[in-house]
């Protein structure tokens, strides 16, 4: 009985521990960009956009198409680095562990 009780103190421990981390990740910011640049996108650590900024030399009437590419681009950078931090904190405190539905 009592190796379940300290099993469940630590799985106490750790969803408190994983708690505290979402709240930070949630505050922690990576950025994306894309056409060498010319447009950047910064997420958060729980795939939140924050903000998108766009060079003036980005928008051509001409061609919205190539601004919806790179728009589009700088996002996916940004949420690929955002889910890649994350499963990394979330990694190194689980020590690897593989938990169903954590991302």
Do not use: W
Not at 20 to 49: N, P
Not at 52 to 80: F, G, H, S, W, Y
């Amino acid at each position: 009985m009592r190796g379940m009780n300290d099993m469940l103190r630590q799985a106490q421990m750790l969803q408190k521990k994983m708690t505290k981390l979402q709240d930070e990740l949630a505050e922690r910011e990576v950025t994306g960009t894309s056409g060498g640049g010319m447009v950047t996108v910064v997420c958060t650590g729980k795939q939140e956009i924050r903000s998108i900024v766009i060079d003036k030399n980005a928008v051509d009437p001409e061609d919205v198409e190539m601004l919806q590419d790179l728009v589009l681009a700088a996002t996916n950078d940004a949420l690929r680095k955002s889910k890649e931090m994350a499963e990394n904190e979330m990694g190194a405190l689980t020590g690897g562990m593989n938990i169903p539905g954590m991302f």
